[in-house]
Nanobody, 116 residues
């Protein structure tokens, strides 16, 4: 299971930190990703990180502003979001995928609203 938390309302330029708690045997050698879905839009990839290391992958929209980090001991993956923009407003989901980056497990989502 995956449980996302940390969403909320923030002003443009502000910061939020999302956290995803992972429980159970979910692709220990796979990847953990963050996705988002804005109102009226399709779900889009934000960032991913491998449980066993390696460089994270960021969507262009997230580069330079968002940072993903993981704590293997606690089974958590955080997403630090800085310099937030109104277009970052979305429901953010964490998801777990296998080594082929097929995401088979999804959390319930947490809403991030950035006011202008």
């Amino acid at each position: 299971q995956l449980q996302a938390s940390g969403g909320g309302l923030v002003q443009t330029g502000g910061s939020l930190r999302l956290s995803c708690a992972v429980s159970g045997r979910i692709f220990n050698n796979g990847v953990l990703g963050w996705f988002r879905q804005a109102p009226g839009k399709s779900r889009e990839f934000v960032v991913s990180i491998e449980w066993t290391g390696g460089s994270p992958r960021y969507a262009d929209s997230a580069k330079g502003r968002f940072t993903i980090s993981k704590d293997n001991a606690k089974n958590t993956v955080d997403l630090q979001m800085n310099r937030l923009k109104p277009e970052d407003t979305a429901v953010y989901y964490c998801a777990a995928g296998d080594q082929s980056r097929v995401y088979g497990y999804w959390g319930q989502g947490t809403l991030v609203t950035v006011s202008s």
